[in-house]
């Protein structure tokens, strides 16, 4: 076990319609019975996480491990307040108690409980390394760390809506928050427009004249498990970048179909992916973005992409890759 003396908690009781309140409140008890040193830190409204991390990280004691209990949100923003701090190696622990938990799906601990995990957490000898992504917007020269995708067009939309959707709180209150986002996702494929990209990778240039959803992604999910390219690994540091164009009626059902079933969509001739260190999205056209699925806003972007990679108190199993 790790010479661990204290846990710093970043708590974000807002996320998962309740799930993170419940995880809280076990490992608030299990630390207590067992005599575990902590300090709990809530986040008191949207962007405290990236605060409160760097603050934590800043002055951070190597016996002390910082633990994120929270959605992909509360993750994000942990993740990038560690980066603008003076020990950006400083390595994170999560438990996944947010809606979506896309990253944890990713990396195949969303399963486990949240008392086993941090049990299993406590129980490491070091953290294990596991790729994330830089995101260079080249318009505003902000740099974002992102654990799962960067979305423009459909999926950032379909975050946009639902976000902002009257019925949201109250679906969120009868714990029926999928319920918004399916609605959302329906009103996406109403209105969402196909946009002009351009796409530079490895000495190479593609343009999109019609671009529907275009993510890139460290690995298979987004939209709280919709396996939009099940080749995404968070292991193989490199980053993957799928296109699919506006297609519309039949064809689109059938792509969908196939998006939401086997995966076999990446071989449709609608569909273009790469997975590369590196690359650069352009997009000529006012858009929505999302980011782990937090909102970008809209505009037009033109971001550069490269992989990294952070450490994390997370029981993986390589094996699975
Ligand atoms: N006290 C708070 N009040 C309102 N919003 C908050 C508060 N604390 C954090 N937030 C915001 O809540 C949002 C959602 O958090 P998070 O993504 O962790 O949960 P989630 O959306 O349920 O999970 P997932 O992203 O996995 O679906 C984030 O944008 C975060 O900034």
Redo the contacts with the bound molecule.
């Keep these: 076990m790790a010479k661990i003396k204290k846990l710093e908690v970043i708590y974000?009781?807002?996320?998962?319609?309740g799930?993170?309140k419940d995880s809280w409140e076990k490992v608030a008890e299990f630390l207590g019975k067992n005599d575990i040193n902590f300090k709990m830190h809530?986040?008191?409204?949207?962007?405290?996480?990236v605060m409160i991390a760097k603050i934590l990280a800043d002055g951070l004691d190597p016996a002390t491990m910082i633990l994120v209990i929270?959605?992909?949100?509360?993750?994000?923003?942990s993740l990038n307040g560690v980066m603008q701090s003076n020990h950006p190696d400083t390595p994170l622990a999560y438990i996944?108690?947010?809606?979506?938990?896309?990253?944890s799906r990713g990396i195949k601990i969303k399963k486990q409980k949240p008392l086993i995990l941090l049990q299993k957490i406590l129980a490491m000898e070091k953290p294990v390394s596991i790729d994330v992504a830089k995101a260079s917007n080249l318009k505003t020269k902000v740099t974002n760390y992102f654990v799962n995708n960067i979305g423009i067009g459909f999926d950032a939309s379909t975050v946009y809506y639902t976000n902002h959707s009257k019925r949201k709180n109250i679906l969120n209150h009868l714990r029926l928050?999928t319920l918004s986002y399916v609605s959302s996702l329906i009103k996406v494929i109403r209105l969402q427009k196909g946009f002009p990209i351009k796409v530079e990778y490895n000495g190479q240039s593609k343009d999109f004249d019609n671009a529907y959803i275009v993510t890139a992604t460290n690995h298979p999910y987004f939209g709280?498990g919709i396996a939009i390219d099940p080749k995404a690994n968070p292991f193989d540091h490199k980053l993957d970048l799928v296109v699919v164009n506006k297609i519309t009626g039949k064809t689109f059902v059938k792509l969908f179909v196939k998006l939401l079933t086997n995966g076999s969509h990446l071989q449709d001739k609608n569909v273009w992916y790469i997975q590369e260190p590196s690359f650069t999205v352009y997009d000529k056209h006012i858009e929505h973005g999302q980011m782990?699925?937090?909102e970008l806003g809209q505009h037009e972007f033109a971001i550069h992409f490269e992989t990294t990679s952070h450490k994390f108190w997370l029981p993986i199993n390589t094996i699975d890759y």
């Design positions: 974000n009781r807002k996320a998962g319609n799930q993170s809530q986040t008191k409204q949207d962007g405290d996480g929270g959605g992909d949100g509360t993750l994000n923003q996944p108690s947010g809606s979506g938990n896309d990253f928050g709280g782990d699925g937090e």
